[in-house]
Every structure is written in C-alpha cells, then in structure tokens.
C-alpha cells in the first residue's frame, strides 16, 4: 500500500500528459460567487455542536466556512425550493389552488438483519435540503391566497439511546437553522399533519412521488390523506428533473472535483494492470484510490472486464484473471457529496496494443473526439448525437474493412448498432443516470453535463466479422460540460491517446 501511495503522489510527474492537481488531496469546493460579508453572514447560520451531518464546525476539513454542504450554501438550497414553487405554479390550472409539495428523503436499506447498507440520500431531497439523514421529510405548502410559500422538515427527534447506536441526530430545534427551513417537526408527526393540511386545503394540488416511492414507510399516510381530503395528485419529480439536468456554478465546481478524482483512479488502475492480476484486484485500486482522494465511494459497482468478458457490457462479477493478450475494459466513477463521475478506458494487459486492437481502439477514439465536438457545434439532443454515433462508427469500421462495403447506408447502420447496442449519452450529476425523466431528445443547453461513451462490443463467435476482431470489447467515455463556447471535458486528465497509454500500464506494482 505505502508504494501505491508513493506511486499516487508522483503520479503527475511520471504520467506523460498534463496532470496539474495531487491525486490523494481532496480541494475544498468553494462558491466563486461569495465574498466575504457573505461567508461571515451564512457561517453565522449554521449551528454549532455536534449535529447529525458535518458542518463547518465539526469538519472544517471537509466543508469550507459558508457553505451547509461542501460547495453548496443554505441559499442555493432555498433558492432551489423557491424555483420549484414558482415553475409549479406555472400551469394555469394551479395558480388558485393551494400546493402542498411532498419530498421525502431515503429510508436506510438493510441487506440483512439488522446490517444496513451505506446510506444513500435521495437524490430529489438532497437537491432541495442538503440534509444527509435519513426518514425526513420536506413539505412546502402554498397556500392559494398567499404569496408566499412555508418550508417544512420533518426529522427525527434527538434520542440518546437511539444515538448511542447509530450516532448524532441534529434534532427539530437545530434543524431549521441548520437547514435554513421555516420550521421542523418530529417525523412522527407528519401523519397526523399530512392528514390536516388535506383535508383543510380545498382545492389542492398534492405534489408526491406516487410511483417508486423513496420511503415506503409514509407511503400509506399520504395515500390515506388522499382518499379523505379534495386534493388531485401530481407528480413534482418531472419539473425537479428539469432543474437538476442544468447544472449551477457550484455544482460544476462539485463535477469538475468527482471527474478529476475519478479520472485519477483510472489512471492509477492503468498503472498496476500487469498479466495474471485478477480483475478484482484492479477494482481494489480503484475504490482505494476514490476514496484516498476524498469521494465517499465509487459512484457505482465498477465494471472490470478482461478479454470476450468485455463484449458483456454490464459485466461486474469482476472475479477473472488478466491474460497477456487481452485488452482490460473498465467503466467506473467516484461519488463525492453525491455528485458522481462516470469513466470509461480500455487499454492492453501487456502494456502493448496489438496490431488488431489497435485499429479498433483508434478508430473508436477518433468516432467519440468528433461527437464531442459535435455537442459544441450543434448542441443536438442525445438521441441525435446516437445517430451521429452509429454513422461515424459504421463508416469507420468499413473504411477499415471491417464491415463489407457493399451494404447501404441503412444497413450500415443497423450493423454499427448490433456492434454498440447501448446509447451513446446520459445526463449526469447527482445521479449516475441523472434526471431520468429529462428525455433525451431535447436538445443539450450549457450547463449540462453528460456522457460521451461510443463502444464497440465483438463476440468470439460473431461470424460478420473477421476473426482477428473477434472477442473484445471496447469503450471509451467522457464525462462533458456543455458551455456557452466549446464543450469542456472534465474528464480529460485521464489518459486515453495510445502513446500514454503504453507509457503508464504496469508501470507501478501494487
């Protein structure tokens, strides 16, 4: 471990392309906007003691002073919730009915008696809180003769035998402050209040994740609210979608940190791939290397796939031994204070590209350069930029004799496809797969952030192809920042040219 490290801290001299930043320091995110009258005035409001989350007080290490979460102030938190209420309210039908907007946050998961999972906060809670316990619960009700709107938040009460077994609860008097809410209430009030503020809202509008619900355990309550109330159901999670897919200047900020940290992983995985390692060794370095730098965990099971194990493109069983011939396909990312990055190389085991691997590789490579700069020049939606996708890929596997040139357009296309069976772009942000129900055929705007991840994916037994193709699979993504100017690849510190590639595998022992 101590010469991964030492490898980890030199890695920016040895690594032939610009790597400016130390892998292994987490950088405080800090607001460009803020000066400072405005930190003394927000730092002033974050309560002091031992809550149940960090704050500037308790982890001065981790969240600089201002902010409630790391990059993130209690403004641009009520900020969110301000633009919510306002852009629901933008439908006609609304405007002369009272809201009452639900937003629960995740219930803590177990994967067995009474072993619970690493605790994962609701994404749509997150955005509009900052609050990193689990059970509570946002409610924002606007009443339809008001103007304005009132911030609730249920968590659980302070509890020392409760906290003797699972740690600080910040409690409803600190939480409002914390939290820069109107009021908290203890969470096992919300039933009874939910119940009222239905029943005494006529008409109403009950904004609520109905389907797939993130705590099952209020479920039943705002159900029964419903049937006894004179209040329509609506879902919110389209229109925080919307909001959370354009990105703020402290969110890129909070990107730019899980790309570079996730970038380095890879890099440093790169570095210790050598013949007869098995792939979950690999995995290792890249949870060891995520976490050194300050992400709280990989953003997602890391796929880690020798040889034909790589034409199977949600491959994490990752349990294989690395042979001299086969090329290593790895799709990874970090998580940090839940902004996720997404990677994908793939590079030799031997540390030498093949003749064969290599007209494959480069021509991949030269198909995702020309889609990003795409992004810049056209702004098209993703489905679009799928297009974009399948035609270059398919023309640059014919002109390399790959796929028969005898074929038209369309069937070109189609072949291209059977090749690269997966889309080539997904939002991203708090979520791996951000913003879901932001569809993929609008058209991009700055402040995005998505994915750039053309594959190609050759079975052993696939007879279309020549066969010294044959049983491997290759992709490569980037994670991009859509800007008002050109596209800017956030994930550019990791390698990805042949030349540096060749350069750093099996460079370190692990």
């Known amino acids: 471990m101590h010469s991964l490290r030492r490898f980890s801290s030199q890695f920016c001299i040895r690594c032939p392309r610009r790597l400016v930043k130390h892998p292994l320091v987490a950088k405080r995110c800090m607001s460009t906007t803020e000066n400072s009258s405005d930190l003394l005035l927000q730092s002033s409001k974050i309560p002091k003691g031992i809550l149940g989350q ?132 203890p969470v096992e009030n919300f039933n009874n209040y939910i119940h009222r503020i239905v029943s005494t809202s006529k008409p109403g509008v009950l904004w609520y994740q109905n389907e797939s619900p993130p705590n099952p355990e209020i479920h039943d309550s705002i159900r029964s609210a419903m049937r006894s109330g004179h209040v329509s159901l609506e879902q ?122 290599r007209i494959l590789y480069e021509l991949l490579l030269a198909v995702q350069k020309r889609l990003i700069e795409l992004l810049g020049s056209q702004r098209p939606p993703l489905d679009v930029l799928f297009e974009h996708m399948c035609r270059l890929l398919g023309t640059q596997l014919q002109q390399e004799g790959i796929l028969p040139r005898d074929i038209d357009a369309n069937e070109l296309i189609g072949r291209a496809y059977r090749l690269c069976p997966h889309h080539v772009s997904h939002y991203l942000g708090l979520d791996v797969h951000d913003a879901p129900l932001v569809r993929r055929r609008v058209p991009v705007r700055a402040g995005m952030v998505v994915t750039v991840e053309p594959g190609i994916y050759i079975r052993p037994d696939d007879l279309s192809v020549p066969p010294e193709f044959r049983g491997v699979g290759i992709r490569i993504e980037d994670d991009v920042l859509v800007t008002d100017g050109e596209p800017l690849v956030l994930t550019d510190h990791c390698v990805k040219e042949v030349d540096d590639i060749e350069a750093i595998v099996g460079k370190q022992n692990v």
């Not at 009443?143 to 409803?172: M, Q």
């Not at 294989?320 to 030799?348: F, H």
Request: hydrophobic share 35%; with cysteine; glycine share 6%.
């Open 236 to 357: 919110p999670t389209t229109c925080l979608h919307q909001m959370r897919v354009v990105k703020s200047a402290a969110e890129v900020e909070l990107m730019k940190e899980t790309c570079y940290i996730g970038s380095q992983a890879v890099n440093l995985a790169m570095a210790c791939t050598k013949p007869g390692m098995s792939e979950h060794a690999v995995s290792a370095v890249l949870e060891y290397s995520c976490r050194m730098a300050g992400a709280e965990h990989g953003a997602f099971p890391p796929v880690v796939a020798g040889g034909a194990r790589a034409t199977h493109i949600h491959y994490v069983a990752n349990n294989q031994l690395l042979e001299q011939r086969d090329m290593l396909l790895v799709d990874s990312g970090s998580q940090r204070w839940l902004y996720n990055s997404d990677i994908s190389r793939t590079w030799p085991v031997s540390g030498k590209f093949s003749k064969h691997h």
């Open 54 to 185: 960090p704050t500037y007080h308790t982890h001065p290490h981790l969240i600089p002073n201002g902010q409630l979460t790391c990059g993130i102030t209690q403004q641009e938190y009520k900020e969110r919730r301000d633009n919510l209420v306002a852009k629901l309210l933008e439908e006609p039908e609304h405007i002369h009915k009272t809201q009452i907007i639900v937003i629960p946050a995740a219930c803590k998961q177990y994967m067995s008696d009474k072993i619970p999972y690493v605790f994962r906060q609701n994404s749509d809670f997150f955005y509009l809180t900052g609050c990193l316990e689990p059970s509570a619960i946002l409610v924002l009700v606007k009443p339809a003769l008001d103007d304005n709107y009132k911030s609730i938040l249920f968590v659980h009460e302070k509890d020392s035998h409760a906290e003797l077994w699972e740690g600080p609860r910040t409690g409803c008097s600190l939480a409002a402050p914390l939290f820069g809410v109107d009021e908290a209430r």
